[in-house]
C-alpha cells in the first residue's frame, strides 16, 4: 500500500485534532493509501517539538518553507490562523504538494480569489486542494444532504442558523488572535459564521444570493493574554488593547432556490458551549440539527399520515449511516473528533482516485464571498448587499 | 360581591378561548367581582346565537353598537379581525366600558394611536383599557420576566425569538381573512410576529428601537375559502384570488439596553406547529422557553459552581410560581387556554382595584410601531429603519 | 336537550378536578344531554357550601344519603377517600343512579367484588357504572391504545411503568389521610400505582398474571396535620403517629400475552413531581408517554426504513388526534384536567346511548387484584404471586 | 519516560475498542509511561494477522500462552469472550503480569473467585489487576460519582437502571456467541446487566443486598451464524440451535444503605440502542444518566429555592469536569471510546504509582455476586435471594 506523507503546519486546537484524525484514519477505514505523519511546523521550538512528541509526528521544523521543500511529503496540511492561509496553501499548491487547508479559507476574498487560482493550476499538475469544513462530515449533517438531495423535503422555505458559544462573555478573558483582526480577519463571523454558512449551502445545495447584516462588539477593549490553549486563556488583567473584530454578528439572507434565512454567530451567548443548530423547513418536511448532540438528528416528514407525524429523532449510528459502518455498534456514539476523521478518509480517497474532494477552494471561495457581503451590509446600515458571484468575470 | 357584566364581539377561535376564560376565571381565583356573561356579539345571527348557547352566554345580539348601548354592561371585550378593533374599541370607551382588546391592537399606527387617546381620556372617567397579549401571562413567562426584573440575567447580550406555524403550507389552504390584507393588517408579521414582540419587550423590559426586514409571501395564489374553523378551513379550488399579506417575515433588531436580536414569523415551518420559542441571553444567564412546552421554563444561571453550570428545566408548576397557587399539584399541567384565564383575572382584579392592567393600549401601540418598522424596511431593501417613538411629538 | 342532573361527593383535589370537568363538557364537545352540576356533599358544612358557591355547585348538603335520596339527581359521581367508595357507590346503585367512582375502585378486593355485584345488579335497571382512571382519556394514551390495537408494536415484549412524586420526602410532612392505611387502604400503591396498572393494562390489552414486590415506608413516623390543601398540607410538629402506608412499591409482572414488565410507584422521587411514564416495546415498535409532557406522544415504527427510524415525537393537538378536534388548533396544548374532561364526555355519552362506558367495575377489579397480588407478594418476601382471577369462581 | 508493554487477547468489537484506547491515551493525557502496543492474541491466524496490521499492534501470535511468556511484555489485556477469561488472566497473573480484564469478570462466582484470589497473590510481587468497566471513566458518570460522594443527593432513597438494547429482535439473527451460555455465562444479564449493577454500586457507593427476579427467552431457537462484526451477524437461516441464554433479565433489589431499586437489561426494547438510564434519587437531590448522550448530566438539586427548581443538564464538556481538560474546548463532545481511553489511563497511572486502580477484581466479584443472585432469583419463583458475601468466609 503506497504512503501517503502529511506535513502540518500549526500545532494548537486544529492542530490537534487534525492530528488525531490522521493517526485514526487507516485504523477505521480502509484506505488505499497509508498515512505518514511525516512533520509538523510551528514558529515556536519548544513548543513544536513538545507537540509532536505529544501528537505523533515524526518530526518537526519552525520554518513551513522548510517543510514545502522537502520531496517526501506529498500533503500539506494548513492548521494555522487564518492570516497565513493563503501565503502557505499557494506556495504548497506550487510546489505540487496537496493542500488541505482549514477553514475559513483566508481572511479576505482577494486571498481566497488568488487561492482558487492557485489550485486551479496545480490541479493541472494534479495536486488537490480542500478546505476543511469539518462540520459536513458529521454523520447527522452528511445524512441530511442526503434527505435534501433525494427531495424528501420538498421545496426548501426556511433555513435558521445559529452558532452560540459563550467563551468570551468574561470581560476578563484576553485578547487572544481570534480577538484581533489582522490575524483572525473577524471574529464570530470567519470563526464560526462561516462553518453555518457553509453547512446551510451544502445541505441545502442553494447559495445564499443576498443578506442583511448586523455586527456587535459587546466588549470593546480586554487585557493582553498571557497564556492560552484551546479555546481557554488568561490574561495579566492591566494592560488592555482594542478588541478588533465582532463579538456577535446576525444575518438575514436569501437563497437562490426560493428560501429565506436567519443566521446568527456568537461568542456571548451564556450557556451555549458548541451549538451549531441548524433548521430546514421544507414543503415536505423538515430538518433539525444540535451539534452538542452531534449523533442524532430530527427529521419531519410530511408525507406520514397525519396522526403519526412528528419530529423523529434519529440516532445516527447505524451501519446504514454516512461513515458509521466503519464505527461501533448502534447506540456507541461517536464524537466532535470523527468529523475530522471522515474528513481525511474522504481527502485521501480523493487522492488516491484523483477525484477532487470537496468543499474544494471555490466552495470555500463562496463562503467567503457571503461573509464578506455580511460585513459590507454591516457597515452599510444593514442595508440589502448582493453576494458577489464566485466567477467575478461573469457579472462583470 | 360585585357583578362585572361582560359583552364580546366575536365568537371563532378567540371568542371560545376568551369565553372559557370568563367562565372560569371565578371558579379558580379568589375575586372581589364576579363575572357575569351577559351578551355575545357576531354578525350572524344563526352563527351568533349557537355560539351563545355553546358557550355559556346569557344573550347574543348581531350589532355590537347594541352591546354598547346597553347599561348593564361593563366590559367590551374586542375578538373581532384586527380591520374593526379601532372602531369597537374607540366606541365603547366613548361610552364609558372597560375595554379588552384582542392583538395586534389595529391594522396601522394611526388607528392605534387614536385608540390610545380614547383610553387616555376614557381613563379620567374611570374605564381601563388592556390589550390582550395574553402570553405574558402563561405562568412561565411572567417568571421569566421576574428572574430579569430581578436582576438574573445581568446585560441582556442576545434575544432570538422564533414564532413557527404550518397550517397553511398546503397552497390548496384558501384564502382566509388572515390572508387579506384588508381584514388581518398584515399576515404572519401582526398574527404571530407580534406576540414575540410584545413578549420580548416585556421580559427584557426594553423596547426594540431599529429594524431590517424581510418579508416573503411564498404561495401568492389561494382558493377562495367555502368554510372555516379555529385555523383550519377548506376552499372550493376553483375560483382563486391573491394572497395579500406576508407568509413569513423575518427581522434584525436592536433593543434600548444593549441588546441585538433577530425575529422571525411564519406560517411555513413545516411540522412547527405552535412553535414561539424565545431565548434570552444575558452576562449572568440564560432564559429558554417554547410555548409547545408551555410548563417549562430553562434557566441557566452563570453564578452557580462551573461544574454544574447547565440549563434547568423548571416545571413551572409550583404553588411558587406566578399564578400556580390556585391550580393543581405540582406536576399537573395546565394548557394554553388559562393565559387567558390569568389574563382575565389580572384585567378584573384591575377593575375592582382601579389599578391600569398591563399591557395597556401604549404598550400595544409600541408593539404595533414595530410592526410598522419591519414594513417599512421590507419595502426599502432591509435597510435599517428606526422605529418610531410612542409619542411621535417627543422626537419632532 | 335533556339535562343530566349530577350530584358530587367530595370537595377537594379530585372535586375540585371533576366539578371543572362537568363545567366545561358541554361547552366544549356537542353532546346530546345538558349536565347540570345539581348538587355537592360534604362532611364539613362551611366547607362544602364555601365549595359549593367557588365551584359552581347549584346546591349543597353534608349527608350523601340525602344526595342519593333526591329524585332530581342523575348521576352521584364519587370523590371521597377510598374507605367509603364501596358504601356511597353501592348506595347509589341501589337507587338507581348513574355511578363515576373515582380510583381507586376500592380499598380492598371484597368491597370491590361487592360494588362489581351492585353494578351488575344495577345496569338491569338502567343504572351505568364507571370508574375515574381518567388518564386512559388523556389524547395521547387514547392514541398509544389506537396503534397497539392496530397491531402497529407487534408482540408487546417489555412494559416498563414508573409513577414517581416527591411531595412527601420531607419528614415533617404531615400525617395526611393519604398516609393513614384505614382511609387510604395503600399508600403510592393505590394512589398512583393504580394509574400505571390501569394504563398500561388498557394500552396493551393485556391483563398482569402474577408479580413480584417490594413496598418500603421510608419514612415511619410524621407530624400529626392540621391544615391541607390538593397535595400539601402543613403539621404542628410535636405530635406525631405512624405511617400506615408504603411510601413506595416496585414490582415485576407477566402480562398474559407473554410481555414481562416492571412497575414502579413512589412519593420519594425527589424532583418529579407527577413522573407517570410508561414505555412499551414490541416486535414493531414502541411507544413512550409522560404525564409532565402529556400533549406527546413517541413512537418507533421499526417497519420504516433503516436510515430514518427514530423516536418520533408526535405532538397529540391535531384534529386527527383523539378527542382533540373539539379543542384548539395544533400545538395549542390542553392541560392536565381535561382528562376528566374528557372521561365525563364518555360518560355522558355511554348514558345517553345506553352503551357501558369503560373502565367498568369489572375493569376496576382488576386493578384493585393486581394491588392485591403486589402487597402479598411485598408481604412474602417477594415470592411470585398469582395475580386471582377476575371472577374467583372460575379459578374454585 | 518507560516504556508499558502491552499484549491483547481478543481482537473483535472489545479488541477494536481497547486498541483504540491504548493507541490515543499517550496522545491526550500527560501520563509517566508510554504504552507499546506490542502484540495482539488471537485463534485464526489471518484474521489476527489483520487485525494488528489494522488496529496498530507490533506484532501477533494465535496462542496467548505465547504472550504471557514474552518477557517484553508487562501487560495482558483479555478481550476475549467470558469463559475463558479467568484461565488467560490467573495465568498472567501468574507470570506476574499487570492485568486488565473485560467485563464480566468471568462467567461464574467460582472462576472470579479464583481469579480474585490470583490476584491478591501477584499484587505481593507488583502485578496489578483491573477490571474493565468502562463506563465508570465516562466524565459524566464519574462526575454524579463526585456528587453523591460529596454528599449532594443526601440519603439515597432510589435507583433505577435499565440497559436496553435491540439488535437481537428479528428472530432470523444467528445464535451467535453472546447467546450460547458456555461461552458467555449468561445473556442480556451479564453482558450489560453487570454494567448497570457496576455503575450504580460506584456511583452510590453502596451494595445490592439482595435481589427479586424475573428472567426471560423470548426466542427459543435461532439460525446458526455464518459471520459476525461487532454486535451485526448473519446466519443461513436453515439450521437452528437452542439459545441457551437470556434475552432479558430485570430484577428489584436493596442497597446496604437503604435504598430500592428496579433493574433491567435487555436485547428486546426495540428503538433502544445503547440506552444504559441511570436515575438516582436522593433526600436532597437526583441524578439522571442516559449513555446515549453520554456528554450530558442531569442534576436536581432540592436545596436550590423553590422556584428555581428542575432538571438541570450539565455539558459535562468543561476542564472541570472529569477527565475533560485534556480534551476539546467545552461544548466539543466525546464519544463512547474514550471511556476506554480514560480507562487505560488511570490503569497506567496505578501501574506507574503502584495505587490499585478501581474497579478491582474484588469489586467485580461483588459484580458476579449480584448476577448470580439474580440468576437463583429468577430460577427459585423470583423470590427474595440475599447476595453472597464477597468474603464468603465471613459469613459461614
Redesign the interface.
Known sequence: MTDLRVGMVGYA?MGA?H??AW??V??VFDLPMQVKMAAICGRDELKVAAAAA???WEAHCTNWRDLIARDDIDVIDVCTPGDSHAEIAIAALEAGKHVLCEKPLANSVAEARAMVAAAATARAGGALAMCGFNYRRVPAVT?MRQLVAAGRLGAI??V?A?Y????I?DPEFPLVWRLQKEKAGSGALGDIGAHIVDLTQYVTGQQITGV???T?T?IKERPLPTASS???ASGNGTVTGPVTVDD?A???A?LDG?A???Y?A?R????????LRV?I??????LVFD?????ELE????TQI??????????V?????PYMEAW???????????SFTHEMRDFVLGIATGADPAPSFVDALGVQLVLDAVERSAGN????TEVEPIYAEVSS
Chains 1, 2, 3, 4 share one sequence.
Open positions: 486546537f485534532a492530528s488525531q493517526r485514526t487507516n485504523r505529544r501528537l505523533g445524512l422555505r426556511h435558521r445559529v452560540l458559544q459563550d467563551w462573555t442583511s447584516a448586523l456587535e459587546f484551546g479555546l481557554a456577535a446576525v444575518f438575514l436569501r426560493g429565506i434565512a436567519t446568527e456568537t456571548f451567548a451564556m450557556g451555549r458551549k458548541n451549538a433548521e423547513n421544507g414543503s415536505l418536511g423538515s451539534l452538542e448532540r452531534l449523533n427529521y419531519y416528514d410530511a397525519a396522526p403519526e407525524q412528528g419530529f423523529n429523532r434519529i440516532l449510528t447505524e451501519a446504514a449511516h461501533w455498534p448502534p447506540g456507541h456514539i461517536i464524537g466532535y473528533e470523527h446600515g444593514s442595508s440589502w
